[in-house]
Nanobody, 116 residues
């Protein structure tokens, strides 16, 4: 059974940092492209960052460029999202996803709230 469990969310002041983790079980994360998405209240889920399974190349939404870093620890089967210089508009539920072709597994999400 595949499980993706996010953690590390919380309440932080604007300008602060958080590191989100996504622990994978039931699959080998290194064989999947892994990604972070977020969904703010009343808005659609949006892409944040992605790390490719083979090359390790990373891609970011414009809103995340220069502030967020995505990484993976294959030994721990865990994906990370380091978020710096957080803004109130970063407030959302953050989800990790394991992508293989057109199919994706999703975690349940972790809440990030940035106060002004």
């Amino acid at each position: 059974q595949v499980q993706l469990v996010e953690s590390g969310g919380g309440l932080v002041q604007a300008g602060g940092s958080l590191r989100l983790s996504c622990a994978a079980s039931g699959l080998t994360a290194s064989t999947y492209t892994m990604a972070w998405f977020r969904q703010a209240p009343g808005k659609e889920r949006e892409f944040v960052a992605r790390i490719l399974r083979n090359s390790g190349n990373t891609y970011f939404a414009d809103s995340a460029k220069g502030r967020f870093t995505i990484s993976r620890d294959n030994a721990k089967n865990t994906l990370y999202l380091q978020m710096n210089s957080l803004k109130p508009e970063d407030t959302a539920v953050y989800f990790c996803a394991a992508e293989l072709g057109t199919y994706s597994y999703w975690g349940q999400g972790t809440q990030v709230t940035v106060s002004s």
